[in-house]
């Protein structure tokens, strides 16, 4: 669900500015409020996650993001859908790193783990990949409100299996929250995003994206400043000094920026270079899919003998090969001769380095803090995603023509991934170390 309502909304734009009125520059607005709201208070979601109990965090987000989604559903101007959309991603960066955390916390290291997150990341995946479909799909045959209000089914069961199924937290923490790094961590890294998937409106060189930029590097300096002096810290920073948990944090990074371009520039040509309908389009992102499952499949058998670098650093080189190929579409194409087999090649790739990641980036953690690192992990990749499609979509627009700007930025993409598979394999250590909590700002030792 927190995967599917980052691109459900994109198909329904049209039909949602006829409806409510929507001027067509602030239409963008219902796209960006999601991920600008979803990424500034993940890291917060994820500490508060630890500190007051990750299945208490998980229900009420959920009932959040239900409550937001009727809301959303039910606006009648402008300012309600975006104040919905907002709700959603405060809701979302409640339930994301909430249910990783759960995760990694009620399975140890090693194969149950990694056979858990591979399920994850299969749906995970899968949400994404169907967002647009389900948008296509709703918005032809049920209107575009029910891009939102599917939400509230989906919730409601959720709810059900959660309430009955996921342990009870431990006693809350007497640990304070850091206000101040809360604040300042939410602030910069909205501000972040907020800057990047603007320059759509405002180029990279204007004084408008130059200032929010700077304001943001600003707050998050502030934040680093604070994190190394309260003895309570929001992100305690001696967690990255953990190679696992820096190395999959740049490898997904790098991932999602490679990802979220591929999606948004292929579904792009398929509609206005192929000609294919909403529908047809989010039907296509079907085998793309299946091709998750299948890499997913494989990396949780290797996950049972392996390091995740195992999975990671093939996973990766295979996304590159795929996005190169995707980066050969010709205006004169086809599905099957420029989408289908690229999309095989590409999924698969993805598939082998959702789990691992996730195994990766939470390797070594202690308990109390695996909210926390399922919170960076989650922003890494929202950053990741939203700079890598602003400085693509950059690319794209200073090619010849519309084809020859996505081609180039798909190369670029499988440029990405190339990097992400050096990364894996300079930075990740090959063996894992035993996880222990750590004392003060002191990280267990690693053998590399």
Not at 36 to 54: H, K, N, P, V
Not at 182 to 193: E, R
Request: with cysteine; proline share 4%; aromatic share 8%.
């Amino acid at each position: 669900m927190v995967a599917l309502d980052m691109a459900v909304v994109n198909v329904a734009l049209p039909a949602i500015r006829t409806s409510l009125g929507f001027d067509p520059v602030d239409l963008s607005w219902v796209v960006h409020m999601y991920a600008l709201t979803f990424g500034g208070f993940l890291l917060l979601g994820g500490r508060a996650g630890d500190l007051y109990g990750r299945r208490r965090l998980f229900l009420a987000g959920l009932v959040a993001f239900g409550l937001s989604s009727l809301l959303g559903g039910l606006a009648q101007a402008p300012w309600q859908l975006i104040a919905a959309r907002a709700l959603q991603g405060v809701a979302a960066a409640a339930v994301a790193p909430a249910a990783l955390a759960m995760l990694t916390t009620t399975f140890t290291e090693g194969p149950a783990r990694v056979r858990a997150l591979g399920v994850w990341s299969a749906v995970n995946a899968a949400g994404g990949a169907l967002g647009v479909l389900a948008g296509g799909l709703l918005t032809e045959y049920a209107g575009w409100r029910w891009v939102m209000l599917i939400n509230v089914p989906i919730v409601l069961g959720a709810l059900a299996l959660g309430v009955a199924g996921l342990p009870a937290d431990a006693p809350r923490s007497q640990e304070r929250l850091d206000v101040l790094g809360a604040a300042f961590a939410t602030a910069g890294t909205g501000l972040l995003v907020l800057g990047v998937v603007r320059t759509d409106q405002h180029g990279w060189g204007s004084a408008t994206t130059l200032g929010t930029l700077a304001v943001a590097a600003l707050l998050l300096a502030a934040f680093v400043l604070v994190e190394r002096r309260t003895k309570a810290p929001l992100v305690r920073l001696g967690l990255f000094r953990s190679r696992w948990v820096s190395g999959a944090n740049v490898f997904v990074f790098l991932a999602a920026a490679g990802q979220f371009a591929a999606f948004y520039f292929v579904s792009l040509y398929m509609q206005q270079v192929l000609g294919m309908s909403a529908a047809a389009t989010g039907a296509a992102f079907l085998p793309f899919s299946l091709g998750v499952i299948v890499g997913t499949i494989a990396a949780t058998r290797l996950g049972a003998t392996r390091s995740p670098r195992a999975s990671l650093i093939p996973g990766a080189l295979l996304a590159a090969v795929g996005m190169a190929w995707f980066s050969r579409i010709s205006p004169d194409g086809g599905f099957l001769t420029d989408v289908l087999g690229p999309s095989a090649v590409t999924s698969v790739g993805l598939g082998l380095c959702l789990a691992p990641v996730a195994a990766a980036a939470t390797t070594g953690v202690a308990p109390g803090e695996a909210g926390t690192a399922s919170g960076v992990l989650n922003s890494a990749r929202q950053l990741g995603g939203a700079i890598g499609l602003a400085s693509l979509a950059t690319v794209a627009a200073h090619g010849t023509g519309l084809n020859d700007g996505y081609a180039n930025a798909l190369v670029v993409a499988a440029g990405l991934y190339v990097v992400a598979a050096i990364v894996a394999a300079t930075v990740l250590p090959r063996t894992a170390h035993v996880p222990a909590e750590p004392a003060a700002d002191r990280v267990p030792a690693e053998t590399s």
